[in-house]
């Protein structure tokens, strides 16, 4: 193919093209715009301004059975402008919903952090910083997305990107159509936000979903096709998987009805990712409703998984104090309390004092896990749930 | 579009297929089997086997000025199966090589924690194990690289996957043809094994490479579609970045002739990736010859951004302990030490006594970045070498 070297060209700017609301945007902005009016009404009929905000903490969570996952309670905290304790905090409320709302007009999107060093800066007329810390930010942010009733997506905020797909699916994203079955070795880098009007399902023909937890694992199953065998998509999300992964799997399962299978390690960890995925996180309690999937399965190593494959003790690994205290704390869990098979297999964990790790699996054969393992547990119906 | 709700199909094992091997591949086998055969050789002429082990320490690695990059010396160990001492090592040594060989011969590739699994178990007759824990069977890992002269992914090894491309190139990748101009926002998630056997340049326009740091940044410049307007890939690397990522930059940069520019951080961190990137590192000295890029410029941010960009002090990052003895310990580098600019740089970032993330600049705007930043240095040649 024919070679170039040539230095980069001069750079003309170019004028900014208008920006397009999709229906998201304008519903994200009408409830920042809402928080707004209110301190302008409450100045209007001369009140102290003030923002009623959800209270994030465990006191102010539950698991709710009939849902199945675990949501926040009616709890706020009342924040007022004329408070002295209380006034850094709603300025910077504020502040944020102003720098999102400033996203959305523009158009772009960004990281916390990038929010972070947007509205950082020293207020006019005296020393005080906006924000002295990113942690400062972060929490402010969690704040306004629950006060907004706005996924930090949907406020034009990403994280970092984590987690590939490969499989028959076509998606549009950002007007690219991009076919999963024809990703080679690499995969799609799923992106961070994946909202309805960024990507859309064009085409899918799968019949199920396997979310394996490390992209380790991941390429052995993409190496040996195994979603090509078992008509499947194939995700990970590099350990716990981040939002975008959750999100996108959330739709998918929703949208595409099509079930979702974890195939993760047998250790508090794993145990751990599968709860996220399943009930949500206690930290993240007001995204469950658009983040979790209470009918996932578990299809990861099981604690009978020694005797059961004829494994060697030389592949597990010890389990340690902080190892015995979170499979302790997991088995508490409201959502793991009631269900015998998951007790049974915890107690045998902690019996066992030992972890297995999916890829321990490879003392029985390079693809042992893709050739008999998880086909074996699937074809049987052999999980946990 | 249509729904779907099945239950995973009863899979019904395949035959495996014949495996094809590679020029690369048969190359690789030559080579442990020529270690095999020393083993026999040793033998037959009634002699202690042994191996001679190139030496990977600081003692052995020094800066080509010529080459202009970090490579190995020429001292070796010799590691004898009759020593006490050696005869443990001598036998993973040889089991690794064993464990590669049948990765090669079943055409299928595995992490380096998959191959310690693979290798693990109790010796027949003994309570002796292989290897007690990863740390043993990684260091012998990179042994056997330096001993077959075979990069670890040619071994077929692979690392964890990060980092990903979007641009005008076309790859074929394990026969699949992807279109990296056609990835949304989502991006090819650059694969750990990029060897030419696996990944091959179609077509490519791209005038040159941008690889920035971090995936926030890269969403950045994918977003404001920088690629486009600049014709050129644009790569991150998640941090620092993995193998994967930076052998596919030096396949690039030399098989394509594009230039690399490399926006990161006004830290130390940022100064020792593109260190990495351009001279290659101590640990993994023997295989700078096929990951360096001794031409990559640094268009990162710089100590002088402050004044330069008319930057508020409140966003940058007070230097702890740490970082001052990094920058002391960069400054002395010999591929800086020569440098004038490099040395100001340094020493003007330890005079500043802060750091400057790349993410600051969005102070200025969002795009300020991809829009003004970035290509006013590109257009002016401005840049650290």
């Given at each position: 193919?024919?070679?170039?070297?040539?230095?980069?060209?001069?750079?003309?700017?170019?004028?900014?093209?208008?920006?397009?609301?999709?229906?998201?945007?304008?519903?994200?902005?009408?409830?920042?715009?809402?928080?707004?009016?209110?301190?302008?009404?409450?100045?209007?009929?001369?009140?102290?301004?003030?923002?009623?905000?959800?209270?994030?903490?465990?006191?102010?969570?539950?698991?709710?059975k009939t849902k199945r996952y675990i949501e926040m309670g009616k709890n706020t905290n009342r924040r007022e402008l004329f408070n002295l304790n209380q006034?850094?905090?709603?300025?910077?409320?504020?502040?944020?919903?102003?720098?999102?709302?400033?996203?959305?007009?523009?158009?772009?999107?960004?990281?916390?952090?990038?929010?972070?060093?947007?509205?950082?800066?020293?207020?006019?007329?005296?020393?005080?910083?906006?924000?002295?810390?990113?942690?400062?930010?972060?929490?402010?942010i969690e704040d306004l997305e629950v006060l907004a009733n706005s996924l930090r997506e949907e406020l034009h905020l990403y994280a970092d990107k984590r987690g590939e797909m490969v499989g028959p699916i076509v998606l549009e994203d950002m007007g690219d159509e991009i076919d999963c079955?024809?990703?080679?070795?690499?995969?799609?880098?799923?992106?961070?936000?994946?909202?309805?009007?960024r990507i859309k399902f064009k085409r899918c023909t799968a019949d199920f979903i396997l979310h394996v937890e490390k992209g380790t694992v991941w390429q052995r199953f993409n190496e040996d096709k195994f979603w090509k065998k078992h008509n499947c998509l194939l995700t990970h999300g590099a350990g716990q998987p981040p939002r975008g992964v959750r999100r996108l799997l959330h739709r998918m399962h929703n949208e595409l009805e099509l079930p979702v299978y974890c195939v993760l390690d047998n250790d508090p960890w794993g145990y751990y990712i599968y709860s996220v995925?399943?009930?949500?996180?206690?930290?993240?309690?007001?995204?469950?409703?658009?983040?979790?999937?209470?009918?996932?399965?578990?299809?990861?190593?099981?604690?009978?998984?020694?005797?059961?494959?004829?494994?060697?003790?030389?592949?597990?690994?010890?389990?340690?104090?902080?190892?015995?205290?979170?499979?302790?704390?997991?088995?508490?869990?409201?959502?793991?309390?009631?269900?015998?098979r998951w007790q049974k297999e915890i107690e045998k964990m902690l019996q066992n004092d030992f972890k297995l790790e999916v890829e321990s699996l490879i003392n029985l054969g390079i693809s042992y896990v893709t050739e008999t393992y998880v086909p074996e547990r699937l074809a049987e119906g052999d999980w946990l749930d």
């Amino acid at each position: 193919m024919a070679k170039k070297k040539h230095a980069p060209k001069k750079f003309v700017a170019e004028k900014p093209k208008p920006v397009k609301l999709t229906p998201i945007d304008k519903s994200t902005l009408t409830k920042l715009e809402g928080l707004a009016d209110k301190v302008v009404n409450a100045a209007m009929r001369g009140r102290d301004p003030f923002l009623d905000i959800p209270t994030r903490a465990l006191s102010n969570v539950r698991f709710n059975k009939t849902k199945r996952y675990i949501e926040m309670g009616k709890n706020t905290n009342r924040r007022e402008l004329f408070n002295l304790n209380q006034a850094r905090s709603y300025m910077q409320t504020l502040l944020a919903g102003s720098g999102c709302k400033g996203l959305i007009d523009e158009g772009k999107t960004t990281s916390i952090r990038g929010l972070y060093y947007r509205m950082k800066h020293t207020i006019e007329g005296a020393k005080e910083e906006t924000f002295n810390n990113q942690g400062e930010s972060d929490a402010v942010i969690e704040d306004l997305e629950v006060l907004a009733n706005s996924l930090r997506e949907e406020l034009h905020l990403y994280a970092d990107k984590r987690g590939e797909m490969v499989g028959p699916i076509v998606l549009e994203d950002m007007g690219d159509e991009i076919d999963c079955a024809r990703m080679g070795s690499g995969g799609y880098g799923i992106p961070s936000i994946v909202e309805p009007d960024r990507i859309k399902f064009k085409r899918c023909t799968a019949d199920f979903i396997l979310h394996v937890e490390k992209g380790t694992v991941w390429q052995r199953f993409n190496e040996d096709k195994f979603w090509k065998k078992h008509n499947c998509l194939l995700t990970h999300g590099a350990g716990q998987p981040p939002r975008g992964v959750r999100r996108l799997l959330h739709r998918m399962h929703n949208e595409l009805e099509l079930p979702v299978y974890c195939v993760l390690d047998n250790d508090p960890w794993g145990y751990y990712i599968y709860s996220v995925i399943k009930q949500g996180s206690i930290n993240l309690a007001f995204e469950s409703q658009r983040m979790t999937i209470p009918d996932a399965k578990f299809v990861g190593l099981r604690s009978i998984d020694l005797e059961r494959c004829g494994l060697d003790m030389n592949v597990t690994i010890k389990m340690n104090d902080t190892d015995r205290k979170r499979a302790k704390q997991i088995m508490k869990y409201p959502w793991f309390e009631g269900k015998k098979r998951w007790q049974k297999e915890i107690e045998k964990m902690l019996q066992n004092d030992f972890k297995l790790e999916v890829e321990s699996l490879i003392n029985l054969g390079i693809s042992y896990v893709t050739e008999t393992y998880v086909p074996e547990r699937l074809a049987e119906g052999d999980w946990l749930d």
